[in-house]
Nanobody, 123 residues
Framework: QVQLVESGGGLVQAGGSLTLSCAASGSIFRINAMGWYRQAPGRQRELVAMIVSGGSLNYADSVKGRFTISRDNAKNTVYLQMINLKPEDTAVYYC?????????????????WGKGTLVTVSS
């Protein structure tokens, strides 16, 4: 089984910075993509940033220039560095990964989610 464990959320003032981390563990054969979604109260979950195994990066328009996603392949960990935070960035941030695992009958690819970490930006 695969687990994603997030850390780094918290309370910060507008203009401040936070860095989120997400570590994947378990019977991982290959991580195909790994990144972050967020969900604010009363809103749908939305993509924040994603890094694909080939190195391609995707960012939501609302965070471009302020958020940076990076990955440590040796540690199966993805980071989200957030600067110049705004109150509208307040949300629960979820780690997401598309992972291929080794099974008895072969390999299986599935999406996995962390439990989420709360980021609160005060004005």
């Amino acid at each position: 089984q695969v687990q994603l464990v997030e850390s780094g959320g918290g309370l910060v003032q507008a203009g401040g910075s936070l860095t989120l981390s997400c570590a994947a563990s378990g019977s991982i054969f290959r991580i195909n993509a790994m990144g972050w979604y967020r969900q604010a109260p009363g809103r749908q979950r939305e993509l924040v940033a994603m890094i694909v195994s080939g190195g391609s990066l995707n960012y939501a328009d609302s965070v471009k220039g302020r958020f940076t996603i990076s990955r440590d392949n040796a540690k199966n960990t993805v980071y989200l560095q957030m600067i110049n935070l705004k109150p509208e960035d307040t949300a629960v941030y979820y780690c997401n990964a598309r992972i291929t695992t080794a099974q008895a009958m072969g390999v299986r690819t599935a999406d996995y989610w962390g439990k989420g970490t709360l980021v609160t930006v005060s004005s």
